[in-house]
Structure formats: structure tokens, C-alpha cells
């Protein structure tokens, strides 16, 4: 059983105490790798460990003095230490703390969205399997196509589910990583071992190379995989939203006693999540354009990124995780009418078997241009008057010299569009 996990959860990764926290967590991890490496003394580290901690009400009143978030941090875990802070921060420069904090909070963020994702991924799957063998229409450029299984909707949805999970697999370890190299990167002031151990207590891995920061691509990739995720999300929200059309009404997403749709209009009952799904979508593609520009920096280092990240990366962890648990409530209680389905592939009057009959045309020996030909005036027929396609099939002489009544009658058989469901199912790893 795949735990879930709650909202609340999520938006506490992106609080200044949390934020405080990984700071201090990469502090401590740094002051660890320079006692084994000899530059703290043990009695000096032990005073760290025991005594630091912070207080985000003191750093934010020194903060209002010195203007600078780090220092402010600083100056208020050295209160608690005395002394022995001095080593704190020691050859390190602001951003190998603000970096490599953010990869632990992009880290406890991408762990709580996979978490989701896998929650999505399992319903998809049941959902697939619950209706594989359910008939629905197909349709092309929004026009009926041909019969498809409803189930393989939830396929389709649930394998690309799959490959957003790989997706932010690779991401997650991507961002995963950490820097204690000083100013511009190039360790002046600590030796590269120091970031290898604080890196292993910190459960990141080490950058190769880096500036005074550690580069955005990182961050931009992570980035554009939400966006990717969203996007899945949206095409989801975006065929509930076709579905619902009450021209169609082949699903509908749940409506609660006492939930109304409309002020005006008593009988609505609207797709908001799927719209929200939507709407959202967008917010997540247009966060990760700001991280794509958030790549190009001045030399080793200006802060332009920073203002954008502190509201890019919280708001789209945090919005991405609730459009999950939007998504999974939607396709678990999601409204399915059979019985609509059916009724909406008759209401061409079996149109949909009109590539069925050309196939067989031309398997008989007709040419396919004369087969098609054939096909395609009685079927501009049915479109006009309405009468049954099959009728004016049989009452075709061209088409009854080539297959027989029983021939033409077994072609109209809805059975050869579920037929390869299972295959698929088993291609996807659904059953």
C-alpha cells in the first residue's frame, strides 16, 4: 500500500522553518566534514551539535539590519552556540548553503510528488481494467471515428503516467546534489573532501563543477518534467471536459448533495476540477519558462534567479502535489454512463463500420479506389437522410456482387474493436 501523502505535508517543505532547517542541516553536515578532515577541533564540533539551532522570528529581526538572509541565519545559530561557531560557514560562501538546501527541498518535494504520482498511476490501472471491454466512440478532429474500448482511455493515460514517473525519477536525482566549493567554485578555502563527506551525511551527491552556484539546468529540467506532469494531468481534465458536454455526457464528474453549479441556473452541474486541472496547467508551464531563463547567469554568479525561484519552485511543488490529489479524486469517483457510450456510437446509424467495408471490398479484389468510392456515396447518404447504413449497403449492387448478405451483415459485428484490448492492456503492463 503506496502511503499518501497529505497537502499539509507538502507545503511545510517550503516553510521558513524548514528552510532554516536544511540550512542548518548543511551546516552541521559541513562542520562534520571538516572535523574528520582535521580543521574543527572535536570538543569544538560536539559544542556545535549539542547547541545549535535557530529562531525564525530572531533571524527575520536581524535580517531587517543587515539585509542579508544568510548572515541573519548566521548571527542568530551562533546566539545558541557561543564560541565555538566560529567555525561555522567556515571557507563557505552563501550559496553552497542556499543550493544545497534547496536540493534537499526539491528532494523531500519530488519524493512526495512520486509518491502521488504511483497513487495515480494505480488507479489508472484499475480503471483500464474495470472497463476494457466498455464500447465508446472514438472520434478524430472531434467527429466519430470508429469504437474504441473506454478502457484503453485509462491506458493510454496510466503508460504515460509511467514515463512521468521515470521522468521525475531522473529529475529527482538530478537535483539531488550538493556544493561546498567557495566563491567561484574552485575549493580556494576548503578541499573537495569536505563537500564529498557533508554531500554523504546529507544523502545528496557532489556537483562535478560548478560557479558560486550550482548551474539551473538542473533545476529547469526538474522544472519542465512538473510541467510535463501537468500536461498529462491537463489531457486528462481536458477529455472529462469533452465527455461531460451534455450533447454527449458519457461521464461526469461526481456532484455532491448540496453542491451547486451555477447561480443563475439550478441544473448545472459544471466540470470544475477538470477546469482547475486546466487552468493549473498552465501556472506549472509558465513556472518552468522563468526556470528555463533562470539558466543564463553574469560570470560565476548574480542573484537574478534567486527572487524567481523563491516563488517558482515552492509554488509549483506545492501546486502540482494538490493537482494530484485532484486527479486521483477525479478519475476514483469519475461518473461512467455505458449506456451513453452506445447510444452516441448508433446515432450514425452504423457509419462506424464504414472502414470495416472498405477493407473487405478490397480484400474481395474491388480496387481501393472503387471500393472507397463505393463506401463513401452510400455513406454521404446516410449522413442526409438518416437511413441505416447497413440498408443502404445491401441495396447497393456493386457492393452485394462482390459480399454476400451474411457477409455484409458480419462486418457490422462491434466485437473487432475490442478484440486486441487485451494485448494492449498486457503491452502496458495493466494486466
Not at 451547486?260 to 506549472?284: D, F, T, W, Y
Not at 437511413?387 to 457492393?399: H, R, T
Request: net charge negative; proline share 3%.
Amino acid at each position: 500500500m503506496i502511503k499518501r501523502y497529505t497537502r499539509p505535508e507538502m507545503e511545510r517543505i517550503w516553510t521558513a522553518e524548514n528552510r532554516y532547517q536544511c540550512w542548518l542541516d548543511v551546516e552541521l553536515a559541513a562542520c562534520r566534514a571538516m572535523q574528520e578532515t582535521g580543521i574543527i577541533p572535536a570538543e569544538d564540533l560536539q559544542q556545535i551539535l549539542d547547541k545549535a539551532d535557530f529562531d525564525a522570528d530572531r533571524i527575520d529581526e536581524i535580517e531587517a539590519i543587515t539585509r542579508h538572509d544568510v548572515i541573519a541565519f548566521l548571527t542568530n545559530v551562533a546566539e545558541y552556540v557561543g564560541p565555538a561557531s566560529r567555525w561555522i560557514h567556515y571557507g563557505m560562501t552563501s550559496s553552497d548553503v542556499l543550493d544545497t538546501a534547496t536540493a534537499l527541498q526539491l528532494k523531500q518535494s519530488g519524493l512526495l510528488i512520486l509518491s502521488e504520482l504511483h497513487r495515480l498511476s494505480e488507479v489508472l490501472k484499475l480503471k483500464a481494467k474495470a472497463y476494457k471491454n466498455t464500447l465508446c466512440m472514438g472520434r478524430s478532429h472531434g467527429i466519430h471515428a470508429e469504437p474504441t474500448s473506454f478502457g484503453l482511455k485509462y491506458a493510454l493515460w496510466y503508460d504515460e503516467t509511467q514515463r512521468n514517473i521515470l521522468r521525475l525519477q531522473d529529475a529527482i536525482e538530478t537535483v539531488s546534489v550538493g556544493q561546498l566549493s567557495g566563491a567561484v567554485g574552485n575549493y580556494a578555502h576548503l578541499d573537495p573532501q569536505v563537500e564529498e563527506i557533508a554531500c554523504r551525511y546529507l544523502e545528496l551527491t557532489p556537483v562535478n563543477v560548478s560557479t558560486q552556484v550550482i548551474q539551473r539546468d538542473r533545476h529547469a529540467h526538474f522544472m519542465s518534467i512538473l510541467a510535463i506532469i501537468a500536461s498529462t494531468m491537463e489531457k486528462i481534465a481536458l477529455e472529462v471536459r469533452h465527455l461531460q458536454r451534455t450533447e454527449v455526457r458519457e461521464v461526469e464528474e461526481p456532484f455532491a448533495p448540496g453542491q451547486k453549479g451555477s447561480s443563475a441556473m439550478p441544473h448545472k452541474r459544471n466540470p470544475i476540477v477538470s477546469e482547475q486541472l486546466c487552468g493549473l496547467a498552465r501556472v506549472i508551464r509558465s513556472n518552468a519558462m522563468s526556470a528555463f531563463e533562470n539558466n543564463a547567469l553574469w560570470h560565476e554568479r548574480d542573484i537574478s534567479h534567486s527572487s524567481v525561484e523563491r516563488i517558482i519552485l515552492p509554488d509549483s511543488c506545492i501546486l502540482i502535489h494538490y493537482m494530484l490529489g485532484k486527479a486521483i479524486d477525479l478519475m476514483e469517483n469519475l461518473l461512467v454512463y455505458p449506456e451513453n457510450m452506445l447510444r452516441n456510437i448508433e446515432k450514425t446509424n452504423g457509419l462506424v463500420f464504414s472502414q470495416a467495408l472498405l477493407l473487405h471490398l478490397a480484400n474481395a479484389g474491388v480496387s481501393r479506389e472503387d471500393a472507397y468510392a463505393m463506401v463513401q456515396r452510400n455513406a454521404m447518404l446516410c449522413w442526409k437522410n438518416g437511413q441505416p447504413f447497413i440498408d443502404l449497403i445491401l441495396q447497393d449492387g456493386d457492393v452485394t456482387k462482390v459480399l454476400s448478405e451474411q457477409q455484409i451483415r458480419d462486418i457490422f459485428d462491434y466485437s473487432r474493436y475490442l478484440r486486441n484490448v487485451d494485448f494492449i492492456l498486457r503491452r502496458c503492463g495493466i494486466i
